[in-house]
């Protein structure tokens, strides 16, 4: 399978079920009168981001580590966002992103050496394990963490939800 592939196709799914969750929650929180902030400022526990930062972690995991492995620059997010509003519009930007990222400017890229600084710290990783070892792990781990939350505030989600509504369409019925 190619780095594209990989990437790309796999990130603009989870940003499009994740404005779906945003939507939901959205919809609850009204029919409900929640009050969105107490939702936008909730944390799993005090030593976490609260899930605005989680939501934009996901997309600039996915921004960066896209433009990382196409050799380009994307503009940078203001992180200012201040309502569910805001953060589908953080999703939809960023789709529009990778829109614009062809196959042939990732493909080829698993072995190019990617150069990230942590925490002062710098790492070299191959474009392959850049994809499979940091950023794909980090956009799971900050897409569950929201997800969590949410379901932390009471919003009737499932799995399904996280996993997206087309899992449906490739289940087969069992007969016995």
């Not at 990732?106 to 499979?132: A, C, H, P, V, W």
């Amino acid at each position: 399978m190619e780095m594209y592939d990989l990437s790309v196709p796999i990130f603009k799914k989870k940003l499009s079920i994740l404005f779906a969750i945003l939507k939901r929650t959205s919809q609850q929180a009204i029919n409900r009168s929640l009050n969105s902030e107490d939702i936008l400022n909730a944390q799993l526990t005090s030593d976490m981001w609260n899930f605005t930062r989680q939501v934009q972690m996901t997309t600039d995991f996915i921004k960066n580590g896209v433009a990382r492995l196409a050799v380009i620059k994307f503009e940078a997010f203001e992180d200012n966002e201040k309502s569910l509003a805001e953060l589908q519009a953080r999703l939809i930007k960023t789709i529009s992103c990778l829109n614009k990222v062809k196959p042939e400017q990732i493909n080829g890229s698993e072995n190019r050496i990617i150069e990230i600084e942590i925490r002062k710290t710098m790492f070299e990783l191959t474009g392959y394990d850049f994809l499979q070892n940091f950023v794909t792990p980090n956009v799971y781990f900050h897409l569950s963490i929201a997800y969590g939350i949410l379901r932390a505030k009471n919003i009737d989600l499932s799995k399904v939800d996280y996993l997206g509504h087309s899992i449906l369409q490739k289940r087969k019925q069992i007969t016995r």
